[in-house]
């Protein structure tokens, strides 16, 4: 039986590894129930379905670039695309942490990385190849079609999608520095000047109460050049490399020391020839307005005698707003609260306690990571949701693609 990367969730259903978009067609016709299945990262239990996975994995990645689009298979992984595009002289604006997802999934889910410039991963598409409920298949695209910003993340329900039309630009270099043992208390005070300090900026942090948190500086030489060296924010610059848990080998972090390279092997922070198998982990992780972000991180450090002993880290990375529906950065500036946990039962006992100090505060949960948020809870985090429940409605009316999942959060609207 198929089970998620982190070995948590059983995804359930069958399972078909079609080759073709004319293969998942046929198959999306021939089954009453089916979701599409990426590289199964997703802690919550977005990819379960008792029908058929379509594993999107062995579709071609036929990668095109045009200008500054460029059109890929969605089961294909960052990796491969992020190194086929610098190859081409292009890049993407953004990457998250590890490049072994596929951009379907990535973008199904609001998948992020850091940049109070850089939008989602979801934010850089300009249409979808899609097949929909009735095995035809569709162009979906911004500008034309006026649901776009409903089809983007969708967590699987409007079908499988098997190409996705990216905006890129040229390629560029990044370089990054890292520092250790920041003080809070410094990023509550000079929150802006702290994740306006570099392109992309990723502060880690176990809530203790000394100074533990790590600030990872990623700086576009083109604009802003390498980190001028000495300390930020009265931290000294790392002389060696440093993993985000700062007891492991960084073997697997792409180079640190403000050595530049090409921005694929600088915004993830792992590298793409490590394949982690399955990780002693569970993800979560809360999007909140980012005029909120301060007035959260001093709640939840009050809360570090429950958290630390749970945690293997924290990150708080920066977005810029999109106008996708069901996007964690929908409508305003955000700011992710990420928790990577030890797979330990008990951290179910501390997330109401997180969720009651995030949640009045606007927060996002992450579709692909854990949450105990209730369905009336997510749903009006999201201001666009019944427009998306309308969607599913009209394009997905018998809910071919209608996965546990999102029945649970459409509730009596669905
Ligand atoms: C180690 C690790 C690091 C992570 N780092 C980050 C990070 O930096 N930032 C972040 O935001 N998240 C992060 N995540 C979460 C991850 O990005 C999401 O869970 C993402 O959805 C995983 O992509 P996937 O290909 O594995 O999708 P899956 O888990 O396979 O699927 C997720 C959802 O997408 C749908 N889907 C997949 N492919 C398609 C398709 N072709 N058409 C339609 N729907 C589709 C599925 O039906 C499902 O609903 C991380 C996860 C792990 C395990």
Redesign the pocket.
């Known amino acids: 039986m198929r089970r998620n ?2 070995d948590t969730v059983d995804l359930a259903g069958s399972e078909s590894r079609p080759g073709s978009a004319a293969e998942v067609s046929e198959l999306v016709r021939s089954h009453d129930s089916v ?8 802690f919550s239990r ?2 379960v379905t008792p029908g058929l996975h379509v594993d ?1 994995m062995r579709l071609p990645a036929d990668i095109h670039v045009e200008g500054t689009t460029a059109t890929v298979g ?2 294909t992984t960052y990796a491969v695309l992020g190194r086929e595009l610098h190859a081409r002289g292009m890049a993407l604006a953004a990457m ?3 490049p072994h ?2 951009v ?3 973008i ?2 609001g ?3 850091s940049g109070d410039a850089i939008g989602t991963l979801s934010s850089a598409v300009t249409g979808l190849e899609i097949i929909t409920s009735d095995g035809t298949t569709r162009w979906v695209r911004r500008g034309i079609d006026p649901d776009f910003p409903g089809w983007v993340v969708a ?2 329900a409007l079908g ?2 098997t190409r996705v039309e990216l905006e890129v630009e040229p390629t560029y270099d990044v370089a990054q520095t890292v520092f250790a043992g920041l003080d809070l208390d410094l990023v509550e005070e000079d929150f802006d000047a702290v994740f306006g300090a570099a392109t992309s900026v990723s502060v880690f942090t176990r809530w203790r109460p000394e100074p533990d948190a790590q600030l990872w500086l990623k700086r576009r030489i083109d604009r802003e050049g390498a980190w001028p060296g000495g300390p930020a924010f009265g931290v000294a610059e790392r002389d060696a490399p440093l993993h985000p848990l700062e007891q492991l080998d960084p073997v697997h972090c792409n180079p640190q020391l403000g050595q530049p390279g090409p921005w694929h092997e600088r915004l993830p922070h792992f590298h793409a020839d490590f394949t ?1 198998s399955a ?1 002693d982990e569970i ?1 979560a992780e809360y999007l909140l307005p980012r005029v909120h972000a301060v007035e959260a991180i001093r709640a939840l450090r009050t809360l570090h005698a429950r958290i630390t002993p749970l945690l293997h880290v924290t990150e708080i990375r920066t977005m810029r707003a999109d106008d996708l529906w069901l996007s964690p950065a929908y409508g305003v500036d955000t700011v992710g609260i990420h928790f990577t946990w030890h797979r330990d039962e008990h951290i179910y006992d501390v997330l109401p306690a997180i969720e009651d100090i995030v949640m009045p505060l606007g927060a996002r949960p ?1 579709w ?2 854990v949450s105990r948020a209730t369905a009336e809870q997510v749903r009006s985090a999201f201001p666009r949701w019944d427009d998306f429940a309308g969607l599913l409605a009209r394009v997905d009316p018998a809910g071919r693609f209608r ?1 546990p999942f999102v029945t649970r959060l459409l509730g009596a609207s669905g």
Do not use: D, E, N, R
Request: proline share 3%; net charge positive.
């Open positions: 990367w982190s979701l599409a299945l990426g590289s199964a990262h997703s977005v990819a999107t969605a089961g998250a942490s590890l997802i596929t379907g999934g990535a199904a889910t998948t992020h990385g967590l699987g499988i999608v982690p990780g993800q992450h692909g990571k996965s």
